[in-house]
Each structure stands twice: as C-alpha cells, then as structure tokens.
C-alpha cells in the first residue's frame, strides 16, 4: 500500500480534525500533504492513519511513525509516553471515509458505484472502458472494494479526474452503507442478487437488503440501476431496469450471438436500439455487464458509437476470466473468486467456448469459501451444473469441492471422469496429473475462490 499523495490539496491540522470530528492534540503548525496507513510509508507532511486490521493494528506502529516522521498521527487512542502532532476520532475507518468523502466533493466527478454477488468487477471494468472514452476516469484498482480500500481509491485521484467508477464489496450489514455514504454516487448499480456471504446474512434477501444500502449514499438526483431479471430485485418506481429476458426492462440486451473470441449483440431501450454492439469476451452474463456500462453511458449523455466503442475496448483483470492458449490448449483462468452463480456462468463460458473451438472440456474447480451450512449444497449444485455441461474431467480440489463431485455424480457424470484433490496442499499432485490427461485441443476451465489460491496449480502445470 504506497503512500497518497494529496494532488494540490494541503490540509492544516485544525482543518483534518474538523473534517474527522477529532480533537487535536500537542498542535504544531504543520501542514498535510500525503496520507499513509504504514509506518515503514512515512515522508514529510505525512498524516499516520491508525487502522485496526485483521492482522495488525496501526496504533501498535504509532511510535514508528512518529521516528519516520510522520506529521501527525490520527488515531482512536494515543499510547504511553508518545509525544507528538495526535488527532483523537472514536473510528480511524470512518475518519478514512471522511476525508475521502471531502476530497470527492473537492474533485466533484460523476460517481458510480456498483455491487453485486457476482459481475461487479467486471462491470466496473466495462463502466470505466465506455467513460474514459469521453472523460478522464479514476476506477477501483484490484480488490480495492472495502472500507479501507475505497477511501484509498478515492484519496488516490487526480484533481483533473471527471468520472469516478468505484467497486463496492461486502461480507456484512452495515458495510455497503458505509461506502456509500463515503461515496455519494450518482448512479448506484446492483448487478444480482446471490449466494455470496449467505453464511454472514442468512438469506439471498438477507443479502438483497445489505446490498441495497448502496443507496443510503446516493446522491439527491442520483439513480438506481437494477437487473431486471431478478425477481427479488422488481417492484422499485425509482430505479432503472437492465436486462435480458425481462421485456419491460428500461435496457434490454437481446439478438446475442457468440463466437469463439465473444459476443455481438443489440440493446433496447426508450430512446430506440443499438444494434451490433460487440464485447470480445463469451457469456450472456458477462452480455449484462456491459448492459449495465451501456445505460451507464446513455445517462450521462454519450452517442453510441463512443459507448461501443469503449465496451470494445473492455479488458478484465487478472484472474478474471482470463481465455488464452497454453501448449496447444485453451485456459480459462478465473481464479480471483467464486460464488455459485459464477462457477455455473463459468461452466457456461467452458462449454461454449468447446462448442466453438471442439476439444474436450476440462473443469478444474475448488472450494467456494464464506457459504456456511449452506456450503454442502451449493457446492453440489455446482456438481450438478457440471454435469449438465457434459465436461469430459472435472478435477475437485480442496475439501469441499468434494461435494462438487458428489453432485456431478449424482446427476450422471461418469465417476471415473471425477477426480478428487481434498487438500488444498495438494498443487503438485494436482499438477501432475493434468499434465498427465491434458492433450492439445482441451479447453480447460480454472475456478475457486480467492483463498484457495488455484493459480498455484496453472503455475506448476507450467512447469
């Protein structure tokens, strides 16, 4: 986590406690130019954000800080014996929120936020393609979705910057609200609703309301984009429907047709229809994504062809359905996370892309993580979904991707075709023997959860 930079903002220190509602200790007459939440991170005119993690907690590193020389210190508590520049808040973390919060409406860019169970990232990464075609756009960089990671986002911005596309992730009540009151967008995206963090919400509506307090943020003639094609989703006369088989959504992707290097397609919408609108990545969800970053586009008033364009330009992050060739075969790598509904859109896109190019299918799928006493049967529905995708193998790697197998098998997959890797550990074995049944032609599709960490296994299969 580099050091923030205030681009042309200083702030003196009278003026950091009134934007954190601190109280401002041993004032000296100094002047904040950078922001950092690591001590080995110090230069002059440096504010030493505090922050209690998972791991560590800043106040431990306070004195560090102070030996570095940091100007100031914001913290929730000031330890024994350290003399130095101290702003006391209750919360570290919403004194982040704030200043990131005074910085936004310093720089006063359009805002949009999103969330979502699954396709956030990657409609994020289409929002900011059709924008930055028009405006100078400022976007969340790799997982930088959390109450730490989007105040940072927003601090890290030029003061030129006209757009802003911010990724807004959860595990619990409460979080989505504090991002958003942190961001105030001006058009809030839920992509859908699923399974994701069931284990922390008890239900998908349990999930629906978390994510719905993206809008305790929005701003006063701000907006709401849903998809229409989710019943637990309908029924709201402010929002803006986007879609695929609802025929009443505002925008509506339809006439897809996918090739082997993506998918061309038109959308529907009061003010007519775009036809041939092309996105050089496979999947009807991935359709809605750029759906999403379409009506984005017409909102704020940009011509077809600069929104076309922009979705043409897509390019998704690493780990993130990621389709290149490796020694004659076709990798699907989609290892940043996974949920139910991402595995069944990754079977999807592993079936597809075989029907296109032939080849034998190849799944490679590991444990979804955060799902509870939910676990056992999403993880076989999976199974089942697998199945339902014919693949030739499917390798389950971790303990309860063995349930995956449990399903496939059930719904008909032959169980000399299942191959189980129960320890997580296992990357060499795992390894070994794909290199083994691997031959050139098979489409072979990556997928977990983060903490699985599955790239282990495609770099030892490289060797």
């Known amino acids: ?29 100094q002047i904040i130019k950078n ?3 690591d001590s080995r991170e110090i230069e002059e005119s440096t504010l030493f954000i505090a922050i209690k993690g998972e791991r560590f907690d800043g106040h431990d590193y306070i004195g560090k800080a102070f030996e570095s020389g940091a100007a100031c210190i914001l913290a929730e ?26 910085y936004r409406e310093i720089v006063a860019p359009f805002t949009v936020a999103i969330t979502g169970s699954v396709g956030k990232t990657t409609t994020k990464q289409f929002v900011f393609s059709v924008l930055n075609q028009k405006y ?36 619990f009540k409460g979080e989505i609200a504090h991002l958003s009151k942190a961001a105030e967008p001006d058009l809030a995206i839920i992509t859908n609703i699923g399974t994701s963090h069931i284990e922390n919400l008890g239900s998908r509506e349990g999930i629906r309301d978390a994510k719905m307090e993206i809008t305790e943020g929005l701003r006063p003639n701000g907006r709401l984009l849903l998809n229409a094609d989710e019943p637990l989703l309908a029924g709201r ?3 803006i429907y986007v879609g695929i088989d609802n025929p009443d959504a505002d925008y509506r992707a339809c006439d897809m047709v996918e090739n082997a290097t993506g998918t061309t397609f038109s959308i529907v919408h009061a003010g007519g229809k775009c036809e041939k609108i092309r996105i050089n ?13 379409y ?66 299918k190849i799944a490679v799928l590991g444990n979804m993580l955060e799902l509870g006493r939910f676990a056992p049967q999403l993880h076989r529905e999976v199974g089942h979904a697998a199945a339902e995708a014919k693949v030739d193998r499917l390798y389950c790697f971790g303990a309860d991707a063995g349930d995956i197998a449990e399903g496939a098998v059930e719904y008909g997959l032959d169980p ?41 296994v495609i770099e030892n299969l490289k060797g």
Do not use: W
């Open 35 to 37: 922001i950092s939440l």
């Open 295 to 360: 009506a984005v586009g017409s909102r704020i008033g940009m011509d077809d062809e600069d929104i076309k364009q922009g979705l043409l330009e897509f390019e998704n992050v690493a780990m993130r359905q990621n389709i290149y060739e490796f020694e004659g075969k076709t990798f699907i790598e989609d290892c940043y996370n996974a949920s139910p509904e991402s595995m069944k859109a990754g079977l999807s896109v592993l079936a597809k892309t075989s029907s296109f190019r032939g080849g034998r």
């Open 136 to 171: 100078h756009t400022h976007k969340t960089a790799q997982n930088f979705n959390n109450e730490i990671g989007l105040p940072l986002t927003i601090l890290k911005m030029e003061r030129d910057v006209d757009a802003l596309v911010l990724e807004m992730g959860m595990s």
């Open 416 to 456: 000399e075709t299942v191959f189980r890797f129960p320890d997580i550990f296992s990357v060499a074995e795992l390894g070994a023997a794909l290199r083994n049944d691997l031959k050139p032609g098979d489409i072979v599709l990556f997928k977990a959860s983060r903490g699985v960490k599955l790239e282990r």
């Open 1 to 29: 986590m580099s050091i923030i930079h205030l681009d042309q903002m200083q702030l003196s220190l009278n003026e950091v406690a009134r934007i954190t509602n601190g109280e401002l200790f041993y004032s000296g007459s």
């Open 281 to 293: 990545v496979p999947g009807r969800h991935n359709v809605l994504n750029a759906a999403f970053a």
């Open 77 to 102: 508590r000031i330890p024994y014996k350290v003399k130095g520049n101290v702003i006391l808040v209750d919360s570290t973390l919403d004194a982040l929120a704030a200043l990131a919060r005074y």
């Open 237 to 239: 006369d402010d929002a």
